[in-house]
């Protein structure tokens, strides 16, 4: 490999944790990272999960889980190009945290108000 890919993608230095049990130890994240080496993550979004995954061990259940979805994709060769070629920026000014977080909170009812306000809205706009 050359170490080609060192000069390559984000480092994931924003994953840093100098407390963690092994981060330094085996290189997780920073230049010529392992982090660095497997992240082709496209959105922030991906990146979290790849630093999650690195950070911890999985369950049995998601080791499984996850090596069902290769065997899936493995066959896929055009959708695995048509990924690879989408923009490999990831703008840290957008968080899909934040869009994560909020589609995984339960409905919340609108008050009796804004119900009656879409409801008068409808009849007038027909």
């Known amino acids: 490999m050359e170490h080609r890919w060192s000069s390559l993608g984000t480092t994931g230095e924003r994953y840093v944790d100098e407390r963690h049990p092994y981060e330094c130890d085996l290189d997780l994240f920073g230049k010529g990272s392992l982090f660095q080496l497997l992240c082709r993550a496209r959105t922030r979004l991906g990146e979290d999960v ?14 499984n ?5 290769v065997h899936e994709l493995r066959g896929r060769v055009d959708l695995r190009e048509d990924l690879a070629l989408l923009p490999a920026e990831v703008h840290d000014s957008l968080d899909q945290n934040l869009l994560h977080n ?5 409905p919340q009812l609108l008050s ?11 009849v007038a706009a027909s």
Do not use: E, H, N, V
């Not at 889980?65 to 979805?69: C, V």
């Open 50 to 63: 790849l630093a999650d995954w690195l950070r911890a061990a999985a369950t049995p259940s998601a080791i």
């Open 65 to 69: 889980f996850r090596q069902r979805a």
């Open 102 to 106: 909020w589609a995984s909170q339960p």
């Open 112 to 122: 009796r108000r804004w119900l009656m306000a879409a409801g008068i809205l409808g």
